[in-house]
C-alpha cells in the first residue's frame, strides 16, 4: 500500500543546515514533494522532484532522492527563523493523480 | 500565483448542526478540486476528490451522506458537514488543480464541534 514515513520532529540552530529525510513504500511513485505549512495556514509547495532524478537544488533548498531506498531529504542550507514550520512530504503517481502525505516533520530553529 | 481561498477560517457550531465550508480558486479554473481533513499532530487525509459538474469521488471510509460535496462551478467546491459530531471537529483543507498543473491548497478551516 501507500505509505510516507517520516520523524516528527526536528531542531536546527539558526544559520546551520536542516536535513529533513522521508521514506516511501510506492514504488511507482513518480513524483515526490515536499511542502510547508506554517501555523493555522494551508500547504505551500516547495519543490518536487520527478523520479528519474537524483537531485534538485533550488536555492537554499536541496532536494536528494534515492529511488533504489525509496528515501527522500530536503536539505536546507542557512537555516533561518522563517523556516520554522511543518515540512510535508508527499509523493503521487502523476502530477494529476492524488498525492499522499506523510504526517510532517516540525522544524525547530534554536537561536 | 494561483490562489485559493476557503471561508470561513473558523467555525464553531453546536452538535447536530451541518456547516458549510467553501473552497474558492480566484484566479484560474479549477475542474478538480480536492477535500483533505488534518487531525493534531497528523498528515492529511484525503477525503473526496470533487470534479465540477459530476458527482464526487470519496476514499475509502469516508461517508458520503455525512460530508456533501459539491463543485457547481469552475471555481467554487463547497463542503458540508452534516449533523456534525465533537469527532468532526478538525482542520478541512481543499486544494485545486488547474489541469494538467499541480495542486494549489487553500490555507483550511479549522472546524470545532461543542
Known amino acids: 500500500g501507500e505509505d510516507v514515513e517520516q520523524s516528527l520532529f526536528l531542531s536546527v540552530r539558526e544559520g546551520d543546515s536542516s536535513v529533513i529525510n522521508c521514506t516511501y513504500t510506492?514504488?511507482?511513485?513518480?513524483?515526490l514533494y515536499w511542502y510547508k505549512q506554517e501555523p493555522g495556514a494551508g500547504l505551500q509547495l516547495l519543490t518536487y522532484i520527478f523520479s528519474n532524478m537524483d537531485m534538485k537544488q533550488d536555492q537554499r533548498l536541496t532536494v536528494l532522492l534515492n529511488k533504489k531506498d525509496k528515501h527522500l531529504s530536503l536539505r536546507i542550507a542557512d537555516t533561518q527563523t522563517g523556516d520554522s514550520a511543518i515540512y510535508f512530504c508527499a509523493e503521487s503517481m502523476n502530477r494529476d493523480d492524488k498525492i499522499i502525505f506523510g504526517k510532517g516533520t516540525r522544524l525547530h530553529i534554536l537561536p | 500565483g494561483a490562489v485559493v481561498s476557503q471561508h470561513p477560517s473558523r467555525v464553531i457550531c453546536k452538535s447536530g448542526t451541518s456547516v458549510k465550508i467553501e473552497c474558492r480558486s480566484l484566479d484560474f479554473q479549477a475542474t478538480t478540486m480536492f477535500w483533505y481533513r488534518q487531525f493534531p499532530k497528523q498528515s492529511l487525509m484525503l477525503m473526496a476528490t470533487s470534479n465540477e459538474g459530476s458527482k464526487a469521488t470519496y476514499e475509502q471510509g469516508v461517508e458520503k451522506d455525512k460530508f456533501l460535496i459539491n463543485h457547481a462551478s469552475l471555481t467554487l467546491s463547497t463542503l458540508t458537514v452534516t449533523s456534525a459530531h465533537p469527532e468532526d471537529s478538525s482542520f478541512y483543507i481543499c486544494s485545486a488543480r488547474p489541469a494538467p498543473n499541480e495542486q494549489f491548497f487553500g490555507p483550511g478551516t479549522r472546524l470545532t464541534v461543542l
Open positions: 510506492d514504488s511507482s511513485s513518480t513524483y
